[in-house]
């Protein structure tokens, strides 16, 4: 680490540098006190560092909030009607109808743009939008039935279309929002099917960000998928409680007094094994 700093910080003095970090929320530790560290001395050289934040984000490493605390906050606005359009022209290139959809989309995600990936992937997945033979066709009409809603229905939908497997261990993930797993216990919360169906399980959760990476352990992506995730549970509750139950199995495992093991077995329905833990 301290190399790593050394050769920044000479980078730094030979010229003004900067460093661009997207989610800075989900850094790890020892990266985390890398950067600390180089902000620390930045007054001897030009640095600049951009840091992207989700508000109310789960922070993965103490030091990074720390060093946030020291920073300049620039709220980041919502995309215009034009910004929308060429934000939509950089990931389909300048292809008819494209105007077309940066209204329509525009209309339903109010210029937010997480949400509009988040609709033109719904678009894709429909089937609305296709690529074929190096370019992509988008629609020359958006019909009501391709657009969603809502960017809560986009996700819905989204979580509909999960594998068996996936959906299972994204529920799971969800009822343990932020703490993480290794991917022994992953294979035990999506239900203990094939090592081969527990990796292609997590890589669709990861391709949709429901499921991130952080130190080697899975812990649950962006907090605006709970919601499509935790609704499916309130009509089944016996698989809600099967999951408590996974997840409580998990953390007796790592220790007998672990109080999140009552937490979920108290979930479970099963307050007397949640007492003895307690």
């Known amino acids: 680490q301290r190399a790593l700093q050394q050769w920044l910080s000479s980078l730094c003095r030979a010229r003004p540098f900067v460093v661009a970090i997207d989610d800075f929320h989900r850094i790890d530790e020892p990266s985390a006190a890398l950067f600390a560290l180089i902000e620390s001395e930045s007054s001897r050289y030009e640095l600049c560092l951009l840091l992207t934040v989700e508000a109310d984000a789960t922070w993965t490493a103490e030091s990074a909030r720390r060093l946030l605390l020291q920073t300049t906050r620039i709220p980041v606005e919502n995309l215009s009607l034009d910004d ?67 960017l809560g229905q986009a996700l819905a939908a989204r979580v509909a279309s999960l594998s068996a497997p996936a959906f299972e261990l994204a529920c799971a993930l969800a009822l343990a929002s932020g703490q993480g797993f290794t991917f022994a216990e992953v294979g035990e919360l999506a239900g203990n099917p094939e090592p081969a169906a527990v990796v292609a399980a997590l ?76």
């Open 84 to 150: 929308t359009e060429k934000l939509l022209r950089g990931l389909f290139g300048a292809v008819p109808n494209l105007s077309l959809l940066a209204h329509g989309l525009f209309a339903l995600c109010e210029g937010n743009p997480r949400a509009l990936m988040s609709l033109a992937q719904h678009l894709i997945d429909r089937g609305a939008i296709s690529y074929r033979a190096g370019a992509w066709t988008l629609p020359a009409r958006l019909d009501a039935a391709e657009l969603p809603a809502s």
């Open 203 to 278: 890589d669709e959760l990861l391709s949709a960000e429901i499921a991130r990476q952080s130190n080697e352990l899975v812990i649950f992506g962006r907090p605006s998928w709970a919601s499509p995730i935790l609704a499916t549970l309130t009509r089944e509750r016996e698989r809600e409680r099967a999951l408590h139950r996974r997840l409580a199995s998990v953390y007796e495992r790592r220790s007998e007094k672990d109080f999140r093991a009552a937490r979920h077995l108290f979930c479970a329905a099963e307050p007397g094994r949640a007492l003895d833990i307690l």
